[in-house]
């Protein structure tokens, strides 16, 4: 089945720097790669995502990019922000009726 | 807006007991899921449906059931608790394999 790797587990950045959070997948045919932002004690919640027909998807302070050769895709916040803080997670999806694998999360604290 | 409702915020529950936590989604999604959360393991899938009075196992599907009556509401079933299933529940509903996860806000089981 589908392994995914997320890299750091832990981020510390100052407001107004970038942060940029990697995660790995073992299937080639992963089609939809998720990201999901969960704030303390809170649902997680989908920030943005992108499928394997497309190498990067911007939405204002938030990017990912996807390089299906390498088999890895990375979320990038620009401009943090205190209320960036929070756990991030990826994940992927397989072929056919494979459902979401997610990566174990990052926590990312942004000091003011 | 999507809104997936778990029955409990917190629940706590004596080892031996059955124990069954709710979820019910109002967008009419094809498929929910139930993961558990323990820190820094990400989201683990227990159980997962694509259809009415259908289940099939996620990755850690012992000691679990489920049950799916009806398209909106799927229960997840602790036959037996015992003190390792202490953790934070979530439930997840989306229209298609290919669509994003809805979450509910969880429910922390404590079994003592």
């Known amino acids: 089945g589908e392994n995914v790797e997320q890299h750091p587990s832990t981020l510390s950045v100052q407001e107004g720097d970038s942060a940029v959070i990697k995660c790995t997948y073992s299937?080639?045919?992963?089609?939809?790669f998720p990201w999901y932002k969960q704030e303390l004690g809170k649902r997680p919640q989908l920030i943005i995502d992108i499928r394997s027909n497309v190498g990067e998807k911007k939405d204002q302070r938030i990017a990912v990019t996807l390089n299906k050769t390498a088999k890895h895709f990375s979320l990038h916040i620009t401009e943090t922000q205190p209320e960036d803080s929070a756990v991030y997670f990826c994940?992927?999806?397989?072929?056919?009726?494979?459902?979401?694998?997610f990566g174990k999360g990052t926590m990312l604290l942004v000091s003011p | 807006d999507v809104k997936v409702t778990q029955s409990s915020r917190y629940l706590v529950k004596r080892t031996g007991e059955k124990v069954f936590l709710e979820c019910v989604q109002d967008m009419d999604h094809e498929n929910m899921f139930w993961y558990r959360q323990d820190p820094g393991l990400g989201l683990r899938l227990i159980y997962f449906s694509y259809d009415v009075k259908m289940k099939e196992k996620g990755d850690i599907p012992e000691g679990y059931s489920v049950s799916r009556e009806k398209k909106e509401r799927f229960s997840l079933i602790l036959e037996s608790a015992s003190t390792n299933q202490t953790s934070m529940y979530l439930c997840?509903?989306?229209?298609?394999?290919?669509?994003?996860?809805?979450f509910g806000d969880g429910t922390r089981l404590s079994i003592l």
């Open positions: 997840a509903s989306s229209p298609h394999s290919n669509q994003p996860q809805h």
């Open positions: 994940a992927a999806k397989g072929s056919g009726y494979s459902t979401l694998t």
């Open positions: 299937d080639s045919a992963s089609n939809y």
